[in-house]
């Protein structure tokens, strides 16, 4: 099992809403961490939808699923691979349209932002194509990740995450390299993320009850703390998983892991809208 290497061969012809089998067997047929990681991004979002759509929008559930996101920004800067990928931007459109329809805000101007994830990975991926932040010196990454952290919270209200999420990938790329600013980096940007996530869902909503608070600060603080553990120890490697049908399950779920997120969401919002 290799890892995706900078400007990799990688499947990026597959028809947006199909997966093929060289789709399947694009990172090896061997389970490795970025399906792991992948796995737990897919299940804790589909908790956070939930809790969206169909539990009153849940505090718990969302505070749960604060985790997916920047797992999802850790990896897209972590892979190497910055091309464009036509599926990610046409099952991004088909989501805006989607949520377009299925909306019942009676506001025009958030029927059109901010638009989705799917969207803010492509812009990731089209600004991480054209430059390399593991050449810039370390004053000049200090001065980048303030700027990226001042316009974090107006840029949210463009792009879904704005410039949290790509700051969360610029710390993947320079953990992959080994950067020495590397673990600062990713441990501010992923910090300020989630300040940011923890003023909306805790204490800037007011039918949050202040019963809530004193238990979910802790679990806050509980999902900050894995998720930097899991960033700056994280490499990418393969290992043997048993059974055979976990093995294929993770395997599938992490390898259709668009289809999936643009299938449940999908669904959820027709759904919802419907009842």
Same mark, same amino acid.
């Given at each position: ?10 499947? #990026? ?13 694009? +990172? ?16 804790? %979002? ?20 604060? %985790? ?9 800067? +972590? ?6 990928? +036509? ?24 029927? +059109? ?7 803010? @990975? ?5 600004? %991480? ?7 810039? #010196? ?34 993947? !790329? ?62 990418? !490697? ?29 669904? @959820? ?7």
């Amino acid at each position: 099992m290799t890892a995706v290497a900078r400007g990799g061969t990688v499947a #990026s012809l597959l028809p947006p809403l199909v997966a093929s089998a060289k789709g399947i067997q694009r +990172y090896g047929a061997q389970i490795n961490t970025h399906d792991l990681m992948k796995v737990l991004a897919i299940v804790t %979002m589909v908790v956070d939808n939930v809790g969206v759509f169909f539990m009153d929008d849940n505090v718990w559930m969302r505070l749960v699923g604060r %985790m997916a996101a920047p797992l999802f920004f850790y990896l897209v800067g +972590y892979s190497g691979s910055y091309r464009f990928k +036509y599926q990610i931007l046409a099952l991004g459109v088909a989501l805006w349209l989607v949520n377009l329809f299925a909306s019942a805000s009676p506001s025009m101007l958030e029927h +059109y932002i901010p638009v989705n994830i799917l969207i803010t @990975f492509v812009l990731i991926k089209a600004i %991480m194509n054209r430059f390399d932040p593991v050449k810039m #010196s370390t004053q000049s990454l200090v001065i980048l990740l303030a700027c990226l952290l001042l316009v974090g919270i107006p840029s949210s209200l463009v792009v879904e995450y704005g410039s949290f999420g790509l700051a969360i990938a610029i710390g993947a !790329r320079l953990i992959n390299q080994r950067h020495p600013f590397g673990r600062p980096w990713i441990i501010t940007a992923t910090v300020a993320h989630f300040l940011f996530q923890a003023s909306l869902f805790l204490f800037v909503r007011p039918d949050v009850p202040m019963h809530i608070i004193p238990l979910g600060v802790p679990l806050f603080v509980a999902i900050v703390s894995a998720s930097i553990l899991v960033f700056v120890r994280y490499r990418l !490697r393969g290992f043997a998983l048993n059974p055979g049908w976990l093995r294929n399950t993770v395997v599938y779920i992490s390898r259709y892991s668009l289809q999936v997120y643009f299938f449940h969401l999908a669904a @959820f919002m027709i759904i919802y809208r419907l009842i």
